[in-house]
């Protein structure tokens, strides 16, 4: 199973934004909802093993289960509206506590070290994807890898502080959009489940 953890800075906490102003009004929601386009969708279905957090302004947890996640359509908007559901659920809910919200998708009020928690406890290998990382082709994954990633701004120090001891890995020698990372991880474990390449190329 794959898991991606997305860290957004700017995204909005409670459901009042347009849907028609995603990069301005609701605080770059379009780089999450792109973000999910590429965690989940194939040409013709859906990736049911794979998982998705999304943390926003490291106070509002999102999970998206691939597993029982239903309507996430290619657009933007459908998908922002998605996550805007999701927002006003968590309105009233109890920290710590995991509402559910439409099929597939549940939040909660937390930070990303309970994300790193959940994930470490359910036998997952969390990686962060970092430039300076090692490079990906190198390194060996265990059947269940969680991949750390931030949205357009860098990774703050409360962020660096709850990913400490983590091992970093990298995509290349360039600064990438989060959703082409998620993509170029997908391509690189199919490769690598399909048999077509070995951790041992570089």
Request: with cysteine.
């Amino acid at each position: 199973m794959r898991c991606f953890v997305v860290l957004s800075h700017t995204g909005p906490l409670s459901p009042e934004f347009p849907l028609a102003d995603l990069p301005g009004s609701a605080g770059r929601l379009d780089i999450l909802c792109r973000c999910a386009t590429e965690a989940f969708l194939l040409s013709h279905g859906i990736r049911r093993d794979v998982r998705l957090y999304l943390v926003i302004r490291g106070k509002l947890l999102i999970r998206l289960d691939g597993a029982s996640l239903r309507y996430l359509n290619p657009d933007e908007r459908s998908t922002a509206a998605l996550l805007r559901k999701a927002i006003a659920r968590a309105q009233g809910v109890d920290p710590g506590e995991w509402a559910p919200s439409t099929p597939g998708i549940a939040v909660r009020w937390g930070a990303l070290a309970h994300v790193r928690a959940e994930l470490e406890a359910e036998g997952f290998g969390v990686y962060v994807l970092e430039e300076g990382g090692e490079f990906i082709r190198g390194v060996p994954f265990p059947e269940r890898a969680a991949f750390v990633l931030s949205d357009h701004r860098d990774f703050a120090p409360e962020d660096l502080a709850a990913l400490d001891g983590l091992p970093r890995v990298s995509l290349g020698p360039r600064a990438l959009q989060a959703q082409t990372c998620i993509a170029l991880v997908h391509n690189e474990l199919d490769l690598r489940e399909a048999g077509w390449t070995s951790v041992s190329c570089r």
